[in-house]
């Protein structure tokens, strides 16, 4: 059996406007598929805070990560 337990909702770290602005970055797909990967790490618990996001911001884009 799977039981669920409900809680609160995860906090956003950091909005698609934040990527675009801190990182110079342009609208495009790219935004969403990083904002995915942090989504990712949330869950995981590899990240809890917005530091942590931004953090993981940069080590994508420095690694030239395949978005």
Same mark, same amino acid.
């Given at each position: 059996?799977?039981?669920? %337990?409900?809680? #609160?909702? +995860?906090?956003?770290? $950091?909005?698609? !406007?934040? &990527? +675009?602005? !801190?990182?110079? &970055?342009?609208?495009?797909? #790219?935004?969403?598929?990083?904002?995915?990967? $942090?989504?990712? #790490? %949330?869950?995981?618990?590899? $990240?809890?805070?917005?530091? !942590? #996001? $931004?953090?993981?911001?940069? !080590?994508?884009?420095?690694?030239?990560?395949?978005?």
């Amino acid at each position: 059996n799977i039981y669920f %337990q409900k809680t #609160a909702p +995860m906090p956003r770290l $950091i909005t698609g !406007d934040d &990527l +675009m602005k !801190d990182f110079n &970055l342009s609208e495009s797909p #790219a935004i969403g598929k990083i904002l995915e990967r $942090i989504r990712e #790490a %949330q869950i995981n618990g590899s $990240i809890r805070t917005r530091e !942590d #996001a $931004i953090e993981l911001v940069k !080590d994508i884009l420095s690694r030239g990560v395949e978005l």
